[in-house]
């Protein structure tokens, strides 16, 4: 059946390092892929997302190629500040949504 | 103007009692859900409607059922609560099965 898998955390970094956090995914099908973040006491939301090979979806300085290649889409961000301190979580919808295990970002000053 | 709205935020109560979570989409979309998010923070789906009826039913006790007066509205019942149903549920809704998925607060619900 479909998949995500997304790296473990808890992943601490310093303000202005580089962000990857991987995910890769298992499909039968053509998905679509999907980042959403979860900040302290909120509810998820959408980062940005992905609908078809090649495609890159970015928002909020954040980016990510779907490559139906490697079946991947990470999540990269060239300088990370405070307020990206999250919870970030990689799906999949392939008529029905998938997701994957969430990793936990904290941005230090 | 809030998309998705659960009521209420934060529940605590005691062992064996039954209590019900509200959630109440403006979007006009088709689809709704609950997750069960655990304190590692890992989601897990619950029960999916889709205008009114149920499309996905996961391995849940039959403790908790879930109730959709209208395609607006998808209410989460539970009985006889344990300890393990501590967590925090979130209510979704998307334009259809499959498509982008709007979440709620969350209801942080803790069991004494």
């Known amino acids: 059946g479909d998949s995500v898998t997304q790296m473990e955390g808890p992943v601490t970094l310093s303000e202005e390092a580089f962000l990857t956090i991987n995910c890769t995914y298992t499909a039968t099908g053509y998905p679509s892929l999907f980042w959403y973040v979860q900040y302290p006491g909120e509810g998820l939301q959408l980062l940005l997302k992905a609908t078809k090979a090649d495609d890159k979806g970015s928002n909020k300085g954040f980016e990510a190629t779907y490559r139906k290649e490697t079946t991947s889409f990470h999540l990269e961000k060239g300088s990370v500040q405070v307020s990206d301190s999250a919870v970030y979580f990689c799906a999949l919808s392939d008529n029905q949504f998938y997701f994957g295990t969430g990793t936990s970002l904290t941005v230090i000053p | 103007d809030t998309a998705v709205s659960q009521t209420p935020k934060y529940l605590v109560t005691q062992m064996g009692n039954d209590k019900s979570i509200k959630c109440e989409q403006n979007l006009g979309h088709d689809t709704m859900y609950w997750y069960k998010q655990d304190s590692k923070k890992f989601l897990k789906i619950m029960f999916s409607?889709?205008?009114?009826?149920?499309?996905i039913n996961e391995t849940v006790p039959n403790r908790f059922s879930p109730k959709s007066p209208d395609k607006a509205h998808l209410n989460l019942h539970i009985n006889s609560l344990e300890l393990g149903d501590s967590a925090v549920y979130f209510c979704?809704?998307?334009?259809?099965?499959?498509?982008?998925?709007?979440f709620g607060p969350g209801t942080r619900l803790t069991v004494l």
């Open positions: 409607y889709n205008n009114k009826e149920l499309i």
């Open positions: 979704a809704s998307s334009l259809y099965s499959g498509e982008v998925q709007f």
